[in-house]
């Protein structure tokens, strides 16, 4: 078992996922109610944790990485298993 910091937190996990539902990092701040600048920084501080570019961005779209797609799956898994907890 691990007892060092995780190098992610589930809340990390929730805006992630919320930027995948919605292709937006906007519209995953309102819906996560935070500011969309601590929206993308906690994304941006997780993508170079992992070392690995979750979401291709540019003005007019948000895409998953392929590795941003594995890692939504996981974290989907992970946050259902905190829900249940």
Not at 17 to 23: H, L, R, Y
Request: proline letters at 5%.
């Amino acid at each position: 078992m691990r007892w060092a910091p995780h190098p992610c937190s589930l809340r990390q996990l929730q805006y992630v996922a919320a930027v995948a539902e919605t292709k937006s990092f906007g519209r995953a701040a309102e819906l996560c109610a935070v500011a969309q600048p601590s929206l993308s920084a906690q994304v941006a501080q997780l993508e170079r944790a992992l070392d690995v570019t979750i979401f291709e961005r540019s003005r007019r779209h948000v895409l998953l990485t392929p590795a941003g797609a594995e890692l939504l799956a996981r974290a989907r898994v992970v946050l259902r298993e905190a829900d249940e907890v």
